[in-house]
């Protein structure tokens, strides 16, 4: 099946617009199905925090996307860095291409996203999924984030519902809620490759955690289905790789080596197998060292909390916010 039949288009129609806006038609230009579209993907793997960020290019124009950026952060002495993110604004100027969108799979956990700094120097529009509202509820109060703090994804510039389109130039992009991992994860499907972000991991790396608050491990293998009914063909990118077994970083698979070999949920493993998995090895995971500054600048869409009285801006630590089932 291809992708355009299973989201009920024609060929060569798509659907462009945006949660918050207009909805609009349009004919595709190339009249190709969509997964027949292969967009020029480049990953830009961040050592400190496992993570790897996209360029998405379209590959009838220059227009790219910015999946998952990084901020670097030396948290014991309270400096950000931009090295991980100039490496990427450094191939947006060598290739001259033009920012479109700054997608972030989720409210991540283990980095602080560099989208805001990216869309100062090269423009685009931050995206994120709706329940982005879920997630600053939970953690706005966790933070004690105060009324400034609006709880309504208006820091983002869209926010995506399941199925929600967007193009990328003459590229089409659509998006699929997989929950599970948290309640605001996304998989954004560009022509014939899928960003999972912390859905699936390589396949010897099995899947992401669901025990942050509002994660649940049923809810992540059934968004896992999801992205294991596209075709075989599409292209798998991960948002982290550890290197299992000490082999080198990795970050492509494809649906079918991921319904075959991965090694949580590959040969068929049922939900009731994968909670119990999940569940266990959930509970032998500590906290991620970066969660308590990521979660506060993230659920802001990248940006710092407003500087305070006298000046200054500070990141929190609530004591015993987050339970790490690890030490309890
Ligand atoms: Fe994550």
């Known amino acids: 099946m291809t ?9 060569g129609e798509v659907l462009m617009g945006k949660y918050l806006g207009e909805v609009i038609f349009l004919k595709m230009p190339s009249g190709k199905h969509l997964d027949q579209i292969i967009p020029q993907v480049e990953g830009f793997f961040h050592a400190a925090s496992n993570t790897i960020s996209y360029v998405v290019k379209d590959p009838s124009s220059n227009a790219c996307a910015v999946i998952d950026s990084v901020l670097d952060l030396d948290y014991a002495s309270g400096t950000i860095g931009y090295t991980h993110a100039d490496a990427i604004l ?13 997608i972030e799979t989720h ?11 990216i869309q100062q120097e090269r423009g685009g529009q931050i995206g994120i999924a709706q329940q982005i509202v879920e997630v600053q509820e939970e953690f706005g109060k966790m933070f004690n984030a105060g009324t400034e703090f609006q709880r309504d994804g208006s ?10 389109q967007y193009m990328i130039g003459e590229l089409l992009a659509y998006v699929i809620h997989t929950p599970g991992h948290t309640p605001a994860c996304m998989t954004h499907v560009i022509g014939d490759a899928a960003f999972v972000g912390d859905t699936l991991f390589m396949p010897d790396g099995g899947t992401a955690r669901a025990d942050f608050p509002g994660g649940d491990a049923g809810q992540l293998y059934r968004s896992i289905q999801k992205i294991l009914s596209l075709p075989d063909e599409t292209r798998i990118f991960v948002c982290h790789d550890y290197s299992p077994g000490g082999r080198e970083v990795a ?14 949920i590959g040969h068929g493993a049922s939900e009731a197998e994968f909670v119990a998995m999940r569940t266990k090895r959930d509970a032998t995971l500590a906290m991620p ?18 500087s305070e009285p006298g000046g200054g801006v500070y990141l929190k630590v609530p004591i015993s916010g987050l339970k790490s089932k690890k030490s309890s």
Do not use: C
Request: charged share 15%; glycine share 6%; net charge negative.
């Open 3 to 11: 992708v355009s039949a299973m989201i009920g288009l024609g060929t």
């Open 90 to 102: 450094d191939y947006i100027e060598q290739h001259q291409l033009a920012v479109q969108w700054l």
């Open 107 to 117: 409210v991540h956990a283990d980095h602080l996203s560099a989208a805001p700094y």
């Open 155 to 164: 820091q983002f510039d869209v926010l995506f519902k399941d199925g929600s």
């Open 251 to 264: 970050w492509q698979t494809s649906v079918a080596e991921e319904r075959a070999k991965n090694i949580h």
């Open 289 to 306: 060292t970066l969660i308590m500054p990521s979660i506060q600048v993230n659920m802001r869409a990248g940006h710092m909390p407003a």
